[in-house]
């Protein structure tokens, strides 16, 4: 265990009230958000409520600590915003984050239900809270033998959580959403892919939805493109995140009785039926498509869409290889209309020196919105933070990266801090770096010296020469960027092809063991 610290800060956030709505002074918008003096602006404010006026910040931008974290992969905070639970890949941990600069170990689980016959239970990816109850699901993707399930804790004391149910599934469960006593997962069985609701204190099932059931000209598409990855809920409205098939928007006010209320880029079925298993490959691969995450600010009127893909190379007709495709951006959609979304902007993904599969990924991963601020998770392309007071023409304030130690699996708001505050950021690691929980000002700055991520790849210098891996052969469709196994791919809808062939014969065995 080790923690990293770095001196603390006093400043407000940058507030430019007086702008909001003047989009023909965009460019005097941008200058002002970047470069605005902090002292200055909460002068202002003071003047005008009596507060004390803060100092600007009088350093570069940067975290304020750290804490390594075996396996770390999705976080969330407490409602307190002082603590932070981590999904850990065999286990979970909380983390003590109320003085920021020195994070703190409150308890660090492994190996649960490790003396059942079929334990231990294993591939935790996520983890979600519903006041004190934290949400353990897994496996991401099918392990031989092992349980699939809900681990509900008890997390009132975060020092010593109390496991006091398993809801046991027939599915892998990548990620998940909790809220109002209920449990919302997804449910990849390599058929329907549909998304289950369950009552989290009983574990019965309360319903399910997929997309196959909306329409069924999607029983055609090949469940690999049409992965049901991630879901995000606000006054019981599921955003489900479908791949392919597009981001829907699903009124579960009563779970036994579904009704779709919109979709976001859906896709075409009838196209996607008619895809070779070669077209399917570049598909599941590269944009467009690939709704990986989803979350709405807090109004649920704005819907981000983080879109997960990678290059890949293609044959040409005259036997050399291209390069399409490449990392995804987090797109801002207006869903006041749910039958009638607009899509306002994409925050575009940081260039990859090799973003192909096997290469370095900087694509969109997981992120969250507060207030008019936007934090994102790029791998080791970083995190970022934004405003997008303005969502048609959001504004980078802040950007941190280290791509030889972390890759971001997601960025959290936690909590006011110090004039200020603060947002959260899981690593996964690289190579021999560990993973690790980040914490960071929530302010606007720059980082000092930022290393590169490398030149940006271009076709013409890929063009027959692919990457070698250690066996001296280019990296198949199973290789992944080098801080992750190839069994361990952090995107189900990535994997579900593959995985979707094992599924029915993990069932079996799962169904005839509890028989």
């Known amino acids: 265990m080790q923690t990293e610290r770095s001196p603390l800060s006093s400043v407000p956030r940058l507030r430019p009230i007086f702008l909001l709505g003047t989009r023909r002074l965009t460019v005097d918008r941008r200058q002002f958000l970047r470069t605005v003096s902090a002292s200055a602006l909460a002068a202002s404010t003071a003047s005008l409520t009596g507060s004390r006026p803060a100092t600007a910040h009088p350093g570069p931008f940067e975290p304020l600590g750290r804490i390594d974290i075996d396996g770390a992969k999705e976080a969330v905070v407490s409602a307190d915003g002082e603590t932070v639970f981590v999904a850990a890949t065999d286990g979970y941990a909380a983390v003590d984050i109320s003085a920021p600069d020195r994070p703190e170990l409150l308890a660090d689980r492994r190996d649960p239900r490790s003396d059942r016959e079929d334990g231990p239970f294993r591939g935790l990816y996520d983890a979600k809270l519903d006041g004190d109850t934290l949400l353990v699901v897994g496996p991401a993707n099918p392990i031989p033998g092992a349980p699939a399930g809900v681990l509900v804790v008890d997390v009132s004391d975060p020092a010593n959580p109390d496991e006091i149910a398993f809801h046991e599934t027939g599915f892998p469960i990548h990620n998940c959403f909790a809220a109002d006593g209920r449990a919302y997962l997804t449910a990849n069985d390599g058929d329907r892919n549909p998304l289950v609701v369950l009552d989290i204190d009983s574990g019965d099932e309360l319903g399910r939805w997929s997309v196959v059931a909306a329409d069924d000209r999607w029983t055609d598409v090949s469940p690999s493109v049409r992965s049901v990855h991630d879901v995000w809920v606000r006054d019981r409205v599921a955003h489900v995140a479908l791949w392919d098939a597009g981001t829907w928007l699903v009124d579960l006010s009563d779970p036994a009785s579904p009704s779709v209320l919109g979709a976001v880029s859906p896709g075409d079925p009838e196209e996607l039926a008619a895809l070779t298993p070669r077209g399917r490959h570049r598909e599941r691969r590269t944009p467009p498509g690939n709704h990986h995450y989803v979350a709405t600010d807090d109004a649920g009127d704005l819907l981000g869409v983080g879109v997960e893909s990678w290059a890949i190379e293609v044959d040409r007709d005259d036997g050399t290889t291209e390069l399409v495709g490449g990392p995804g951006g987090v797109q801002l959609w207006d869903v006041a209309d749910p039958a009638a979304p607009t899509r306002l902007s994409t925050i575009e993904p940081p260039a990859s020196p090799d973003p192909r599969l096997g290469g370095v990924w900087t694509t969109a991963h997981n992120f969250d919105f507060r207030d008019d601020r936007l934090y994102t998770s790029w791998y080791r392309g970083g995190v970022k933070r934004h405003d997008v007071s303005d969502p048609t023409d959001p504004v980078e304030l802040a950007w941190w990266r280290d791509p030889d130690r972390a890759s971001f699996w ?106």
């Open 410 to 515: 997601t960025a959290q708001y936690a909590y006011p801090f110090a004039d200020e505050g603060v947002f959260v950021a899981s690593s996964r690691g690289v190579g021999d770096a560990s993973p690790a929980l980040y914490t960071f000002p929530d302010h606007a700055g720059d980082q000092l010296d930022p290393p590169s991520l490398g030149p940006e790849t271009t076709t013409e210098s890929l063009v027959n020469t692919p990457t070698p891996t250690a066996s001296g052969t280019p990296p198949s469709a199973s290789d992944t960027d080098s801080s992750t196994s190839s069994t361990d791919a952090p995107g189900f809808g990535l994997g579900v092809g593959a995985a979707a062939l094992g599924v029915a014969g993990w069932l079996a065995r799962r169904r005839g063991r509890r028989d």
